[in-house]
């Protein structure tokens, strides 16, 4: 039982390329997530997807876009790089919501140069 | 903008001794949940308490809620080495969908 696998686990980036995170869910959730983690500032939200075929903007979205591309699978894509979008990314998934605790993948180390 | 915030920042402790962190909270919540990350892993859950509970245990783990003054407490009692990690609190909110909203955590190292 893998719970939520994530890839790359590390990535360097040039300004202005582009990339995707691909993250999986295998535990038949509803609700996927996609955090970013900075030094002394916790976890903020990029975006969200409540259920299959929804997508919604977090805290943080700009810059960012995601697919749910199915039940499953849920990525984020970096359009175009920017040093401020050096950090670690965490993909997490839920049944439904909060109402129950996050599954949360090990992260992407994502530097960009 | 963080919802929750931890107090300590970082707390260092000797094995056996207990260990508390704080967190508060600024909006109505539906729930409020702790995780564990340990350095360079993802963040691992602990412990849910529900707006309407005040205590729960969970092994070494006991958390308190107080919604009139908006704070919770992680205590972990018994401190292990293994138990040096970040802490996070986080909220789900009372309206809309149940997205979590995460604190900024406490480290805590526990010394053999």
């Known amino acids: 039982n893998a719970g939520v696998t994530q890839t790359p686990k590390f990535q360097v980036l040039k300004t202005g390329q582009s990339m995707t995170l691909q993250c999986a869910q295998d535990?038949?959730?509803?609700?996927m997530y996609w955090y970013r983690q900075d030094p002394g500032m916790g976890l903020r939200l990029i975006y969200y997807?409540?259920?299959?075929?929804?997508?919604d903007k977090g805290e943080v979205p700009n810059g960012y876009n995601v697919s749910r591309l199915n039940k499953r699978e849920f990525s984020l894509r970096l359009e175009s790089a920017a040093p401020s979008q050096t950090s670690v990314y965490f993909c997490?998934?839920?049944?439904?919501?909060?109402?129950?605790?996050?599954?949360f993948g090990s992260g992407t180390r994502l530097t960009v140069v | 903008s963080q919802q929750g915030e931890e107090d300590p920042q970082a707390l260092s402790i000797q094995e056996g001794e207990n260990a508390t962190m704080n967190c508060s909270y600024k909006t109505s919540i539906n729930n409020l949940q702790w995780y564990r990350q340990n350095s360079g892993r993802g963040l691992v859950h602990l412990i849910l308490i529900r707006s309407n509970e005040r205590e729960k245990h969970s092994g070494r783990l006991r958390v308190t809620l107080d919604t009139s003054k908006k704070s919770s407490s992680l205590l972990i009692t018994a401190s292990r080495a293994a138990d040096t990690a970040s802490y996070f609190c986080a909220t789900a909110m009372n309206t809309g969908f149940q997205k979590l909203v995460f604190g900024t955590g406490t480290r805590l190292l526990v010394s053999p």
């Open positions: 997807s409540a259920s299959e075929g929804t997508t």
């Open positions: 535990m038949n959730h509803n609700s």
């Open positions: 997490a998934s839920s049944e439904t919501g909060g109402a129950f605790g996050y599954t």
